[in-house]
């Protein structure tokens, strides 16, 4: 007989969350007990398979003695902690971040929940003013500034950067969350190929020494599209449809299957629209996967329509 060893079970401890008594597993964060009790919380930078950077600050909540409002997707819940999560304090300060980032990004693309949070918070970014000309950044020199323009509001505006066939980056609408140098680094690829350069509004994801794509460490496994938020990483096929007008996430299926081109099994969710696949996800839960891929099972795909 093998015998099996398991993980002892985690003690629970008890929270109080807007006055109702939660009860949740320690060492958990404040963000998975709250959804574990029904509680949904707005998240940009949080994913469940990646480690947890508190860049974007649009989850924090509210902890009794605690001077300052606390980002629940890292905070590690404690014995008899006092959470809230929607008083004026909270919902100023998820007001305010989701303003500022919509006043300097396009976050035309964010999912249906983003949507819905800052409409229930009534996000207004046009208070700051009308974005600033595209080429005012541009001829901007990295680390100098002039006084800000108190009429208009700065963004990161820049082309979209088309490289090869398999994505784009359009950093008009990243938000710096940190998630694709996460997926690039240790939570996945171990490839460090991209990290933040430079700092304050001047800060940006590149790739070592601001090198092309194929000239760094980039093995093109195409996780960073896997985790990006805000459609700042996205599929060449994605991309062009979108440019057409011919991108319809309604008329698209997903079907689950299996990569044929080892031995590992990860999962492929293959989204297809007018009969032909348009990306390759892979589902965050998957044992093997954990929703990451390599190059082969996020973009070896097109050889199926060879002969259509």
């Known amino acids: 007989m093998i015998e099996q060893h398991l993980d002892p079970p985690q003690p629970l401890v008890d929270l109080t969350v807007d006055g109702e008594v939660v009860r949740t597993s320690a060492g958990s964060t404040i963000l ?3 959804r574990r009790a029904g509680l949904p919380q707005p998240t940009l930078c949080q994913l469940d398979n990646l480690t947890p950077v508190n860049t974007c600050r649009v989850c924090v909540v509210e902890v009794a ?7 629940a997707c890292s905070r590690v819940v404690e014995p008899g902690m006092e959470i809230t999560t929607d008083n004026e304090r909270v919902r100023h300060s998820r007001r305010l971040v989701f303003e500022l980032l919509a006043s300097s990004v396009d976050l035309s693309l964010v999912d249906v929940s983003t949507v819905a949070w800052m409409d229930r918070y009534g996000v207004d970014p046009s208070r700051f003013g009308p974005a600033t000309s595209p080429l005012a950044r541009s001829a901007a020199r990295p680390g100098h500034h002039g006084p800000p323009d108190p009429s208009a509001a700065a963004t990161v505006a820049q082309p979209v950067k088309v490289q090869d066939e398999l994505y784009i ?10 998630k694709c140098v996460e ?37 093109y496994c195409g996780n960073c599209i896997g985790v990006c938020p805000t459609g700042a990483l996205m599929f060449k096929t994605e991309f062009d449809l979108r440019a057409s007008g011919e991108w319809d996430e309604g008329a698209q299926t997903v079907t689950t299957t299996i990569c044929p081109y080892c031995g590992v099994g990860c999962n492929l969710e293959l989204h297809v629209q007018d009969n032909r696949i348009v990306k390759v996800t892979s589902p965050l839960d998957h044992s093997v996967t954990d929703g990451h891929l390599c190059i082969k099972g996020r973009f070896g795909w097109q050889h199926v329509h060879s002969g259509t």
């Open 169 to 178: 980056r359009d950093y008009a609408k990243c938000i710096l969350c940190y």
């Open 183 to 219: 997926a690039c680094g240790e939570d996945a690829q171990n490839s460090f190929a991209i990290q933040v350069a430079g700092r304050g509004f001047d800060a940006t994801i590149s790739t070592e020494f601001d090198v092309e794509l194929p000239e760094s460490a980039c093995v």
């Open 32 to 34: 998975h007990a709250l």
């Open 65 to 71: 003695g605690s001077r300052t409002l606390v980002p």
